[in-house]
């Protein structure tokens, strides 16, 4: 009897390390999830703002949430799928063109690939210190006229596209990797930390029409913004629920621990002026969704995505965070929430990053699916993307 594969996804926050191991059947059935066999979670110690400042504290950090993870289970993990989701985290917007090689001008994969070739040769040398995570064909022209669909098998004699590159700081990305190499553990692969969150976080429906995922972790902010089911940008903010609790404590002049506590909702704000609490977390989430709408107007898709702004992370249980984002956005807006399936073993939206790794991984099949070759092409998001519905 064939044995499951096993997977793990690593998701190095600022707040906390999350690890999630999950089972794939070696013959999976249509749409049928892996199932979350172990988590385990840990006190981030050694970040700032998404990059490592202390490297013993951060393997500490990792290698107690992976025994807990693998205690749960019941495995041990050499490999796994790792987020990264610091203030490096950046986009990079390109033009490539490529004349086609066949003599009856039929358009071949080796011709979009030379074309994202092309469009990654011209700004490589703009990019110095950095690292490209993954190279995403936006659209494609074939002799000026824009591509609806697949460009592979028309006809033309040059081809274009448009491209986004989503970068890291090279050193960040070094010092993660041996980070969890330090442990033992072999590191598959890299991937931007909210696109990982998507894959289990957005529907296809919500990708298609358009929609932004923000995630508000402790140090960070970061959205994704989705059209046409593919990602359209990716940024990161250096602003978190932490300066929410910075500034209750204060403007309420009481103990961090306290302020956290009655942000969280876990103590009683009776002693307070509630009026005064609410302008205190008012104010910084305004801040926040300001620096939000800012990016989707330098990206031309304020108030214009459909399916709204999906709020997730540790920050996503603020009370009023729903009616702000929706009044400042002007878009739709709810909280996302993870399938309250798989026994109670993932908690929270917090865990959407560690939980979308694996999704990735169970996705990455080294056969002619189209996925490994999209991952040797660099191509790391759009094929897979677009067959997974959560």
């Known amino acids: 009897m064939a044995q499951p594969r096993v997977i793990a996804g690593i998701d190095i926050g600022t707040y906390q390390v999350k690890v999630v191991i999950v089972s794939v059947p070696e013959k999976k059935t249509d749409k049928q999830l892996p199932q979350i066999i172990g988590t385990g979670f840990a006190e981030s110690r050694g970040l700032r703002n998404g990059y490592i400042v202390n490297d013993a504290d951060v393997v500490r950090s990792v290698r107690s949430a992976v025994i807990q993870a693998e205690k749960a289970a019941g495995v041990s993990i050499r490999r796994a799928y790792v987020s990264i989701g610091s203030v490096g985290l950046d986009e990079v917007f390109s033009h490539g063109?490529?004349?086609?090689t066949r003599a009856d001008s039929e358009i071949t994969q080796t011709d979009l690939d030379k074309a994202m070739q092309d469009s990654e040769d011209r700004i490589i040398e703009n990019i110095p210190n950095r690292k490209i995570l993954h190279a995403i064909p936006l659209s494609?022209?074939?002799?000026?006229?824009?591509?609806?669909?697949?460009?592979?098998?028309?006809?033309?004699?040059?081809?274009?596209?448009?491209?986004?590159?989503?970068?890291?700081?090279?050193?960040?990305?070094?010092?993660?990797?041996?980070?969890?190499?330090?442990?033992?553990?072999?590191?598959?692969?890299?991937?931007?930390?909210?696109?990982?969150?998507?894959?289990v976080m957005l529907s296809k429906a919500q990708k298609r029409a358009g929609c932004v995922l923000a995630n508000i972790g402790a140090e960070t902010v970061s959205i994704a913004v989705f059209e046409n089911n593919i990602p359209i940008s990716v940024k990161v903010?250096?602003?978190?629920?932490?300066?929410?609790?910075?500034?209750?404590?204060?403007?309420?002049?009481?103990?961090?621990?306290?302020?956290?506590?009655?942000?969280?909702?876990g103590m009683s704000s009776a002693n307070y002026s509630k009026r005064k609490l609410d302008e205190i977390i008012t104010a910084r989430l305004s801040d926040i969704f300001e620096l939000i709408d800012a990016h989707l107007k330098k990206i031309k898709r304020d108030g214009l995505l459909p399916a709204g702004v999906i709020i997730t992370g540790g920050g996503s249980g603020i009370a009023s965070i729903q009616d702000l984002a929706r009044a400042s956005l002007r878009l739709p807006s709810r909280i996302a929430t993870l399938d309250p399936g798989q026994n109670g073993k993932v908690r929270d939206a917090s865990w959407a990053v560690a939980y979308g790794l694996c999704m990735w991984g169970a996705n990455d099949e080294q056969d002619s699916s189209g996925i490994g070759l999209a991952r040797q092409t660099k191509n790391t998001v759009l094929a897979w993307l677009q067959q997974f519905l959560p």
């Open 97 to 100: 063109e490529v004349i086609t």
């Open 140 to 199: 494609y022209a074939i002799d000026g006229e824009p591509v609806l669909g697949r460009a592979a098998g028309l006809k033309g004699t040059k081809l274009t596209v448009e491209s986004m590159f989503i970068t890291t700081h090279e050193q960040h990305l070094n010092d993660i990797v041996h980070a969890i190499e330090n442990i033992g553990i072999i590191v598959e692969d890299v991937m931007a930390a909210p696109l990982a969150a998507s894959f």
């Open 237 to 265: 903010f250096p602003i978190g629920s932490n300066d929410i609790t910075n500034d209750i404590a204060l403007g309420l002049k009481i103990p961090l621990e306290e302020a956290e506590k009655i942000k969280r909702g």
